[in-house]
């Protein structure tokens, strides 16, 4: 402890003053026996009086010093430390006399971990915070300022075209479009990343999620000309997972197995036991695609993360499709598994638990 910082609290006053007290009350019942009792003088009353008070006084003090100062001095450095956003680790610092004290001090520590920890959580949302709009504003750059260049070519004359005027709101309203979704799509993610949203487990029929999914993907998959096939399946299966989360994580794989694929390519969709657990089953989703690079395939659950913007952007990708597939799978406490070997096609397969 430095000079200063023990100048603050100098003479023990709270020790000093209940030391006076107690020396006044002995003094003064002392002179009141010593004079009913012991009929001395008065004056050898008052100087018995006063040197029984004096050394009331000096031990009184010696043991408030030895019982408070040390701890009171530590809480002073605590909640100094606390108003200065310093958060020190506080080992033995509580005695074993079990008091009032020592649950204080016990307490200050507490609080001033549990501020640490509030002070770091807010931290890392404000830094997320700004990292997420620094890359909105990026993503959104990108399909305003193509709206603004084909509105203002047809404003500067080329309305007069019919050709030109259809094909230039086509683009426009393909870009329109890719805003409505990296709205969608931001919304999700930054629900599922700062945890405000809630997975709501319950029940439900694998089947029937995946038979959709599939279902509303196929017109996407014919145009691309690629196949899209479930492979045997236990219709009678029941998971728990939040369906529509488990809906979104299967929307999200099965259409990036479609978009990057090859024409007269594949994505099957397989079902399977989980080796490592035997509650749980693996649903994997195989491509037969272009594949990711190996210094790339770390990357892909990375918000924004794509390999070739420009096929990602032209084939509506917003690179967070696989971040909310990696959010989504962690929030159920499930497994995310996914290979890829550059043209010959990428399989993701993610873990389920069963309802026995
Ligand atoms: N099945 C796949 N085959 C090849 N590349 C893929 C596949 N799935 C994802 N990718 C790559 O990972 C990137 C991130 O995927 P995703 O998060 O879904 O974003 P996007 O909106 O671009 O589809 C994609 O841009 C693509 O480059
Ligand atoms: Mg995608």
């Known amino acids: 402890m430095t000079a200063s910082k023990k100048k603050k609290i100098g003479l023990f006053k709270l020790g000093l003053r209940i030391a006076l007290y107690s020396s006044l009350v002995s003094g003064a019942s002392s002179f009141l026996v010593l004079i009913i ?15 029984i008070a004096f050394l009331v006084l000096l031990i009184s003090y010696f043991f408030n010093y030895k019982l408070q100062y040390k701890r009171l001095e530590k809480l002073e450095e605590i909640s100094r430390n606390i108003s200065k956003k310093r958060f020190e680790e506080y080992q033995g610092i509580t005695t074993n ?82 805003l409505i979704y990296l709205t969608k799509d931001l919304m999700e993610i930054s629900k599922l990343e700062t945890g405000e949203l809630k997975s709501d487990i319950e029940p439900f029929y694998l ?30 299966l029941q998971v728990r997972g939040d369906k529509n989360q488990i809906k ?9 197995g479609v978009k990057y694929n090859i024409k007269g390519g594949k994505v099957e969709i397989e079902l399977e036991q989980f080796k490592k657990d035997k509650n749980r089953v693996l649903l994997s989703i195989r491509d037969t695609g272009i594949g990711i690079d ?49 043209n010959e096609g990428t399989i993701f397969k993610f873990t389920l638990r069963k309802v026995q």
């Open 207 to 236: 089947y029937e999620v995946i038979h959709d999914v599939v279902d509303s993907l196929q017109h996407k998959a014919e145009r691309d000309d690629v196949k899209l096939k479930l492979k045997e399946f236990d219709k009678n």
């Open 248 to 256: 979104q994580v299967l929307i999200n794989l099965i259409e990036n």
């Open 97 to 178: 006399y079990g008091d009032e004290v020592d649950y204080l001090v016990k307490h200050f520590v507490k609080s001033s971990r549990t501020i640490e920890r509030e002070i770091q959580r807010l931290n890392r949302i404000e830094n997320y915070r700004k990292e997420f709009i620094g890359d909105i504003s990026h993503e959104l750059k990108t399909p305003i300022f193509a709206i603004q260049g084909f509105v203002e070519t047809l404003l500067n004359g080329a309305l007069e075209d019919e050709e030109v005027n259809r094909e230039f709101l086509k683009k426009t309203m393909r870009n329109v479009n890719r």
């Open 294 to 342: 190996e210094s790339d395939l770390a990357r892909v659950t990375e918000r924004f993360f794509r390999v070739d913007k420009s096929r990602s952007r032209e084939r509506g990708g917003t690179g967070l499709g696989l971040a909310i597939v990696k959010h989504i799978i962690e929030a159920h406490r499930e497994q995310l598994y996914y290979e890829s070997k550059i």
């Open 37 to 51: 009792f012991y009929n001395l003088s008065l004056l050898s009353t008052a100087l018995a009086a006063c040197a």
